[in-house]
């Protein structure tokens, strides 16, 4: 590119990272550190510039994330008094494509008093609504149909089998949580 009566040429220590057109635009190739150079001549006098060019390793898409799930919960805070009380649950996901959003139903939610097998109440069904990233953060809720609110708000990370994390809803309670994918039929 000419500068007056001078010139620009562009360089790049290892073009298999980062590529540079001969207008100085920067292109990733692959992950790595390169060092992009910029080299400006006007007369007899040469002008360096150099900059490091990081290319980090992006992931090919969005893991999957569709799947059948069993939900285990504990509440370990409690607005209500009931810390200790546990909660399980069948999730099923759905996942349209490349796409970061997934929606589906959870059903048989039950929860249990500390130390007691039974249903105190149950089965609860409804929605699944949320979204994760391709690092595999994951945040979504469960709604039941005629609620105004949800009945859980969570958080986790979705590993190759599971999802772990915590969770929280409208009545001050929180707690953790673990959803294993069951392995297809």
């Known amino acids: 590119m000419p500068i007056g009566a001078g010139k620009v040429t562009y360089s790049t220590s290892a073009s298999e990272i980062a590529t540079v057109s001969s207008r100085g635009v920067v292109t990733a190739a692959g992950s790595g550190r390169a060092v992009i150079t ?3 001549t006007l007369g007899s006098i040469t002008r360096t510039a150099s900059m490091n060019a990081t290319v980090h390793e992006v992931p090919a898409g969005f893991p999957e994330i569709a799947g059948v799930y069993d939900v285990s919960a504990l509440i370990t805070q ?3 008094g009931v810390a200790g009380t546990r909660a399980t649950a069948v999730m099923t996901i759905q996942q349209s494509g490349d796409t970061r959003l997934f929606a589906g139903t959870f059903e048989e939610f039950r929860f249990f008093d500390p130390g007691n097998d039974e249903s105190m109440e149950g089965p609860l069904s409804g ?3 949320g979204s994760f990233d391709c690092a595999g953060r994951v945040e979504f809720e469960l709604r039941m149909a005629g609620l105004q609110s949800a009945l859980w708000y969570a958080e ?6 599971q999802i772990t994390g915590h969770f929280w809803d409208p009545g001050s309670n929180y707690g953790n949580f673990t959803a294993a994918r069951r392995a297809p039929e």
């Open 38 to 40: 910029a080299e400006l």
């Open 127 to 129: 929605s699944v609504s």
């Open 78 to 80: 409690s607005g209500w």
């Open 156 to 161: 986790g990370t979705l590993g190759s089998a």
